[in-house]
């Protein structure tokens, strides 16, 4: 059991509390998800579970920390292990060991287990976590996902009541992640692990916590089960990202029609819609008088193709398909740069790499990007997707074919010539900042492309200020948050104002209200006549703000094509809402819907 | 491409116990300073390969082995230039230096550099072992036997793991300053240097959160607990393994036997000797060789006794 009371805790030379006076009990066997805005002291409260803080962090500490009845100031890290298991985010830098057993051994050995009884505790825990075919692995070899899950079994060796999981998959692919949250569920479920894990993307964990906790500058701001958290308008303003379906349901709700409870999953949003479209009367049909949805992207009317409420379904029902249902505006950008003569930006022609070590990353790959396009890159880990991205601004050379790049090819020219014309922003914002202040950041991308003086400060200004980086501009960019670094990492390759921009997985990890942001910045940038090249894994986002994706299979894109026809036929690749109304085609819900506000406009 | 760290090929000499592998090298280091002269100091680098080919590491090994070439290449051409000792004189620069006189090359120069070269390969390619056919888990439990105190072997260790993890870093962070436009291969010698020392910073603020980290995991699973720790593994030493360890602690104390004897001398300057052995010089060294190589020969044979 865990309690906190009146906890306060300041980090060494900080005078604005990390922790705001928590009041906290967590039961036994509880599952519970801690979410809220980066920042906001997610991972403070979870370094106060095993003793790091204040034993590891130092800093000021009022309160009390109640683990299992021990206070948690008087008892060491050391001592705690035993009780709480703590899982980091990062999956390399949590290993310590060679092989996989010794991995698992290394907290046991610690204590001075006996040997026998260490070999007893490897086997358990390699076979609770199943991960016994890694056993005799060296762990620099695993994937993210298999890591992750060396850490959780590590930790468990150690038989934790509590287990400690700081957002342990935004460093992870979507299959890495689905696995550690799988393991994760298990051993709430079988052995009755209290569970404490920290996420940004709740469509997946939320069915199945019993309690969801948010946590905003320090103060835990909302506490309680997850349908009454996520169906309560507040908490989806402070940023915290609403599963699709949530929203869906809360529209339809808003519309005075009746749904069962909230639905946290597909399938109940199957069962819960169904008996809806069943039962009610053609709802919204008498609130025509709400053309814009408040849920729907401010300023951009979609055009009702059907003036009866019920007309696109029946008429879709019919079999009459032939007629969009829904005229999305992205997808009209994407077809009319499809017919239009626009010079492309990006042509690659029969493009292969190999690497040094013989890997060979591409295969014939054949592109263009066009001006004014949003296009995504998708694929599972290791299907060329950087690979092919870094090739064009010249990172990498194509070992067979060509990269064009408005009329220069990549092979004659250097990375640095053609960022003038390619901005290329990596995942981790840390591998960008290394100036003194914000605004040196920017002048350095500026000073390299030769631009000085009058002319570079007034870019600068504009961009601080676009970027809502002005109060941080004489900051040491690496001490700001999460969000921030990686706002001044845009800001430093967008002050250069690159005709095409690519993001390497830039929402990873990244709270919802700061991806939208970043979406929406993105959208208006392209509709400048640029194009914006998203490397993604994150479903959701792809089929909410791209116009095009691209999907890559080692090596080769298997698909592209508009987003609707990419996504809707997708098994892996295919977002909630998309699943649900695949699942409803035979309410005439058209099978090609992909977001919770074209469903809404669908229904409508 | 070859990974500059172990991989657990499973051959006899991966399996042999870390002791035998590390008196072996210790016995090669021992001989490769110990005699003078380049016949010994072939013959001694050439006896290496057996392990080396026993251990499947031809690959890393000829990797090393390119870098360690370049390194002797420069060692013979600094040395010609620098020592103008010797007595056959194959070139006279036209100009003095004053204090250090007329440089000129020599053969006995060029003789020494070549006969120090050997020397070193023979140590080189003895380290290959060390680094690809021992693993750091055995390596660690052998230097906490010695005594060694366990919490400067796991830094050590650790250090190692995190090497290939700095290098990744690095590139990212070239190539993110590239892709600012920060041309590093261009301009003069020293803004290159500069450029490149700019990664330096990143590198440095990206390694300290690294060490934050895993001193945050380790400590969370009950690192220098205080109790005195025990190990799941364990160094398993064989009948092979003492009789290979005998072999090769024998052939140590034959090596320095034979050099206290006087063979195995050389001289370069002030003029190069002939190089000539006599029939049982020959035959001497020829046991010490054998000697040094009864390791892959015993830990291929225990094999097939263990397959029996």
Not at chain 1, 428 to 448: G, M, Q, R, S
Request: net charge neutral; glycine share 8%; proline share 4%.
């Amino acid at each position: 059991m865990i309690s906190m009371k009146n906890l306060t805790f300041y980090y060494s030379g900080s005078d604005k509390p990390a922790l705001r006076d928590i009041n906290l009990e967590i039961e036994d066997g509880e599952f519970v998800l801690l979410t809220g805005p980066s920042g906001g002291g997610k991972s403070s409260l979870c370094r106060c579970l095993n003793g790091l803080i204040p034993h590891f962090y130092g800093g000021k500490i009022t309160g009390r920390v109640g683990v299992n009845g021990l206070d948690v100031t008087k008892h060491s890290t050391k001592e705690l292990a035993t009780m709480v298991g703590m899982v980091f985010q990062d999956p390399e830098n949590q290993l310590v060991a060679v092989d996989v057993d010794s991995e698992l051994a290394f907290g046991l050995e610690n204590l001075a287990f006996a040997k026998e009884m260490i070999a007893r505790r490897v086997e358990e825990a390699l076979d609770t976590v199943g991960i016994v075919s890694l056993r005799h692995r060296a762990t620099n070899e695993l994937s993210g996902g298999e890591k992750q899950r060396v850490a959780i079994a590590s930790v468990l060796a150690l038989y934790p009541d509590i287990l400690v999981l700081d957002e342990p998959t935004s460093e992870l692919d979507p299959k890495g992640a689905e696995d550690v949250l799988n393991v994760v569920e298990r051993l709430n479920d079988e052995l009755g692990i209290t569970v404490i894990l920290v996420e940004h993307r709740l469509d997946r964990v939320v069915a199945h916590s019993d309690r969801v906790i948010v946590l905003e500058k320090g103060m835990i701001t909302a506490d309680g089960s997850p349908r009454s958290i996520l169906s309560d308008g507040r908490v989806s303003q402070s940023g915290v990202g609403i599963p699709p379906i949530i929203k869906l349901a809360q529209a339809v709700k808003s519309k005075g029609n009746l749904i069962d409870n909230t639905p946290l999953t597909v399938k109940e949003g199957r069962i819960a819609l169904a008996k809806t479209l069943r039962h009610s009367k053609p709802f919204a049909s008498r609130h025509s008088e709400h053309p814009s949805l408040s849920l729907r992207a401010e300023g951009v009317a979609i055009p009702r193709p059907f003036a009866s409420p019920f007309a696109a379904l029946r008429a879709s029902a019919q079999g009459d398909n032939k007629r969009p249902v829904i005229a999305s505006p992205s997808y009209v950008i994407a077809s009319e740069t499809k017919q239009s003569h626009l010079k492309p930006l990006i042509e690659v022609k029969n493009l292969w790499h190999a690497y040094p070590d013989g890997f060979v990353a591409l295969k014939g790959i054949n592109l263009k990007v066009c001006p004014g396009e949003f296009v995504a890159i998708m694929g599972r880990n290791a299907s060329g997707k950087t690979s092919l991205v870094k090739h064009f601004n010249g990172l990498l050379k194509p070992t067979k074919g060509d990269v064009i790049l408005d009329d220069i090819n990549t092979k004659e020219t250097t990375v640095a010539e053609l960022s003038r014309k390619v901005g290329y922003v990596f995942q981790n914002p840390n591998d960008h900042l290394f100036c003194d202040t914000v605004e040196e950041e920017l002048a350095f991308t500026l000073n390299n492309l030769g631009s000085k003086g009058e002319e570079a400060e007034l870019l600068i200004n504009r961009t601080l200020e676009r970027f809502g980086l002005m109060q941080y501009r004489y900051q040491y960019p690496r001490f700001l948050s999460g969000g921030e670094k990686q706002r001044v990492a845009l800001a430093s390759i967008l002050v250069a104002q690159p005709q095409v921009i690519i993001l390497d997985e830039p929402t990873r990890g990244m709270e919802y209200r700061l991806k939208a942001e970043l979406m929406k910045f993105l959208d208006q940038y392209r509709r400048e006549g640029r194009a914006v090249i998203l490397v993604t894994q994150d479903v959701e986002i792809a089929a909410e703000f791209s116009d095009r994706v691209v999907l890559l299979s080692e090596g080769k894109i298997v698909v592209d094509g508009p987003r609707k026809e990419v996504l809707s036929q997708a098994l892996l690749f295919s977002p909630q809402i998309n699943r649900l109304a695949q699942a409803l085609k035979s309410y005439g819900v058209p099978g090609d819907i992909l977001t919770a506000e074209e469903m809404i406009e669908a229904l409508t | 491409m070859v990974s500059y760290k172990y991989s657990d090929k499973g051959t006899v000499i991966h399996r042999l116990n870390p002791w035998c592998k590390l008196a072996w090298i210790v016995g090669v280091c021992i001989f490769a300073l110990l005699f003078d002269s380049p016949v010994y100091l072939l013959l001694l680098s050439l006896s290496t390969l057996p392990v080396i080919l026993a251990a499947k590491m031809w690959k890393e090994w000829l990797s090393v082995m390119k870098f360690a070439f370049f390194l002797c290449l420069l060692i013979i051409v600094i040395n010609a230039l620098v020592s103008n000792q010797g007595s056959h004189i194959l070139y006279q620069f036209p100009f003095a230096i004053p204090i250090a006189g007329a440089p000129r090359i020599t053969l006995e120069g060029i003789l020494w550099g070549v006969g120090n070269s050997l020397r070193l390969l023979a140590i080189i390619s003895a380290f290959t072992v060390l680094m690809f056919a021992i693993h750091p888990d055995d390596l660690m439990l052998a230097m906490v036997k010695a005594k060694l105190p366990y919490k400067s072997v796991m830094v050590t260790s650790l250090s190692t793991k995190f090497v290939p993890a700095l290098i990744d870093d690095a590139q990212r962070i070239a190539d993110g300053k590239k892709s600012r436009g920060l041309e590093l291969d261009k301009g003069g010698r020293i803004q290159r240097v500069k450029s490149y020392a700019s990664i330096a910073i990143p590198l440095l603020s990206n390694s300290l959160d690294r060490a934050v980290q895993v001193a945050e995991a380790m400590e969370s699973r009950a690192f220098g607990s205080g109790q005195k720790r025990t190990f799941y593994k364990e160094l398993k030493i064989s009948k092979v393994d003492i009789t290979i360890l005998s072999f090769v602690f024998s052939s140590i104390a034959f090596g320095i036997f034979l050099r206290c004897l006087g063979q195995g001398g050389y001289q370069y300057y002030p003029v190069v000797e002939a190089v000539s052995l006599t029939a049982s010089e020959w035959a001497m060294l020829f046991v010490l060789l054998l000697l040094v190589n009864t390791m892959p020969i015993l830990a291929l044979l225990k094999r097939k006794v263990s397959l029996d």
